[in-house]
T-cell receptor, first 116, second 118 residues
Framework: ETGVTQTPRHLVMGMTNKKSLKCEQHLGHNAMYWYKQSAKKPLELMFVYNFKEQTENNSVPSRFSPECPNSSHLFLHLHTLQPEDSALYLC???????????????FGPGTRLTVL | AQKITQTQPGMFVQEKEAVTLDCTYDTSDPSYGLFWYKQPSSGEMIFLIYQGSYDQQNATEGRYSLNFQKARKSANLVISASQLGDSAMYFCAMREGDYTGTASKLTFGTGTRLQVTL
């Protein structure tokens, strides 16, 4: 596979369930990101990882727990979510920025999450 | 104040015509990057074009070009010869600062929905 893949593509869960979203990038990038896209709101950055280390947590509730075991894989563990957490969750990866090199982020297809 | 403003919630264009999607940005940092992404109904964000704040020329990628007016803080996307497959949401995004050696952060606008008609 090429690019950035995400599984599952669709997920329906109850508020008491525990589930995980998976992201894998095949681009040799060092940085990975989780974004949340709700209806009629701009894309919101949730977490940033650089070389497996978390560098950004954008005030995300603790019911979302990220994990980055290596530069190619990123997980988002979900537990006791609320209906307002229903959204499209997008993963992205990018090269680490350095002079003369564009740090363009490349996105996966997203996981559409519905919390009942 | 919003960092990225896209004032056109929706646009219509006829097939084979050109269309301009507006984007203005707000930053006091001299180093920044501007990105445009396309999001079809399937959900994936597709990178289209990039413009760096120090780039002297407007960026072009095939049918996409970026009309970069630094003094006005605008970075409009121009799509030439529109095709039916161009129908999608289009997002402008900005990375502020120099993120050398680290991961960057993007701020996105609210998007413009483009509909290409026959």
């Amino acid at each position: 596979e090429t690019g950035v893949t995400q599984t599952p593509r669709h997920l329906v869960m109850g508020m008491t369930n525990k589930k995980s979203l998976k992201c894998e990038q095949h681009l040799g990038h060092n940085a990975m990101y989780w974004y949340k896209q709700s209806a009629k709101k701009p894309l919101e950055l949730m977490f940033v990882y650089n070389f497996k280390e978390q560098t950004e947590n954008n005030s995300v509730p603790s019911r979302f727990s990220p994990e980055c075991p290596n530069s190619s894989h990123l997980f988002l563990h979900l537990h006791t979510l609320q209906p307002e957490d229903s959204a499209l969750y997008l993963c992205a990866s990018s090269p680490t920025a350095h002079r003369g090199h564009t740090d363009t982020q490349y996105f996966g297809p997203g996981t559409r999450l519905t919390v009942l | 104040a919003q960092k990225i403003t896209q004032t056109q919630p929706g646009m219509f264009v006829q097939e084979k015509e050109a269309v301009t999607l507006d984007c203005t940005y707000d930053t006091s940092d001299p180093s920044y990057g501007l990105f445009w992404y396309k999001q079809p109904s399937s959900g994936e964000m597709i990178f289209l074009i990039y413009q760096g704040s120090y780039d002297q020329q407007n960026a072009t990628e095939g049918r996409y070009s970026l009309n970069f007016q630094k003094a006005r803080k605008s970075a409009n996307l121009v799509i030439s010869a529109s095709q039916l497959g161009d129908s999608a949401m289009y997002f402008c995004a900005m990375r502020e600062g120099d993120y050398t050696g680290t991961a960057s952060k993007l701020t996105f606008g609210t998007g413009t929905r483009l509909q290409v008609t026959l």
